[in-house]
């Protein structure tokens, strides 16, 4: 019943249909961001990433201290991954189930080919638009 509405849907209007869809995944991305990642500690590693950065345009004539500083670097982007991945494999199971499920209802539409296009650009458009509502890191 479900994906005879969503292929209904898909092929009465297949743009609309993958830029709602791409805004719903968005968004259900950004929701679980809000409530599982650790934002302050998020917030923390990327303005020592930014002093690190400076700090490592400072040294350019020492490649010891460069060193040591992008030792730092890697050390902070490694707690970062970290601190990403529960969220990732909090969505990742539902967006593997329904990448899909789209794909097969836009197969024979007008954008079939293009569909993913569509898709990448409104969801990069509506993460960013999200992560700013949700003061996402």
Known sequence: MVIEFIQSFAHSSP???VILASIL????????NYFVL???RMREIKVRQK???EEMKNHKDNPQKIMELQKEM???MGESFK???KPMLITFIPIIIFFPIVRSALIDTAIGGSWFWWYLVTSLI????FRKLFKLP
């Open 126 to 129: 509506a993460s960013m638009i």
């Open 74 to 76: 890697f050390s902070h």
């Open 38 to 40: 650790n934002k302050e």
């Open 83 to 85: 601190h990403s991945m």
């Open 15 to 17: 743009k609309t249909f």
């Open 51 to 53: 002093a690190l950065q």
């Open 25 to 32: 995944v968005s968004l259900f991305i950004s929701i679980v």
